[in-house]
């Protein structure tokens, strides 16, 4: 199932100063995100911007909040960003079939989030990439339980290029240089 920039959106889970820095390999995750955010600002995909429990865990984490700050965000206590009632309309109204979840952590609010996705009807984008835990195996028992419950797994790079379709986009050259 190919996806189109015309009908995805991306939903940034709870990457946040206080617990960020306790999240297995956070720096190449940081990378990651960052690569990745550039990327679909450069293909205009809107953003949905969530933090849990500010008051605890503290503000997106400065690096990205830099590039995001503009796009709407969304407090929760929740764990999934769609029992969240102000973050779920923004995204049914949105009206798009795809939703590239990237953020943390991967088996409980990305998990969440993505099952929550595909129970309401939407299409869940895994970038697996740009997810992460404290501990790698519950990131990574949480990806397979994501992809045998039918989210798309896919890869900072490969969304970007997915959405570009072709050498000739536009925005190629410089998806290109970020990725490099």
Do not use: W
Request: include cysteine; proline fraction near 4%.
């Amino acid at each position: 199932m190919r996806i189109h920039a015309n009908d995805a959106l991306f939903c940034l889970v709870d990457v946040q100063e206080r617990l960020f820095p306790h999240i297995k390999d956070f720096e190449q995750l940081e990378k990651n995100l960052l690569t990745l955010v550039k990327g679909l600002q450069l293909h205009e995909i809107p953003f949905i911007v969530n933090e849990q429990y500010k008051k605890g865990i503290g503000e997106t984490i400065p690096s990205l909040n830099e590039l995001v700050e503009s796009y709407p965000h969304f407090e929760k206590t929740t764990f999934s960003c769609c029992k969240n009632e102000p973050t779920f309309e923004a995204i049914k109204q949105l009206k798009r079939k795809f939703v590239i979840v990237a953020g943390i952590e991967t088996h409980v609010c990305v998990l969440q989030t993505c099952i929550d996705l595909l129970e309401s009807g939407l299409q869940p984008v895994l970038v697996t990439d740009c997810v992460g835990s404290r501990k790698d195996k519950d990131t990574k028992v949480a990806i397979n339980r994501l992809i045998q419950a039918g989210v798309i797994p896919t890869t900072y790079e490969s969304i970007l290029f997915e959405l570009t379709v072709n050498a000739k986009h536009p925005v190629f050259k410089e998806i290109s240089k970020l990725v490099k």
